[in-house]
């Protein structure tokens, strides 16, 4: 089942998503934490971030503890849009709750602001990563790199 919701996940059969968890409430079945990432990420991926922040609120429904990853994806599904005052707040909701955000996570919010074309603020945001001690990766720089080559 897991693996189902990965794959549509990956494809983007975003629609699909809701009725398999229906189908698993229908047979009793509890959602994990890793049936709940592949619905954020599919709604992300679909950009639809109000969706994935909607999943995001089922975990804590479902009595999980929303984890790295779950923010993770939700900070993720916002930077695909743009929407970096969203990425932004979920960041902060995250540390907030005493998660550690990790490059996957400050990757997101650099690029929310690459995809709004704000490369001050991807700057901004990378020194903030780097002076917590989090390393960057190619990933990292290649996207404040993509905000800068917009100004």
Known sequence: LFRSLKDMS???KWQNVEAVFADMR???????????YAAINAFGRAR???????WFHEIAASRLPPDLIS???VIAAYA???AVEEAEQWFKEMAAS??????????????ACAQSKQPNRAEQWLERMLSAGVSANEITYSTV?????QK
């Not at 229908?26 to 709940?36: D, K, N």
């Not at 639809?48 to 909607?54: F, I, L, T, V």
């Open 10 to 12: 990956r494809d983007g």
């Open 26 to 36: 229908r047979q009793a079945a509890s959602p994990g934490l890793p049936h709940f």
């Open 48 to 54: 639809k971030p109000a969706r994935s922040e909607r």
């Open 71 to 73: 923010y993770s994806g």
């Open 80 to 82: 695909r849009v743009g």
């Open 98 to 111: 005493g998660i550690q955000p990790d490059s996957i996570s400050y990757s997101s919010v650099i690029n």
């Open 145 to 149: 790199l993509n905000a800068c080559a």
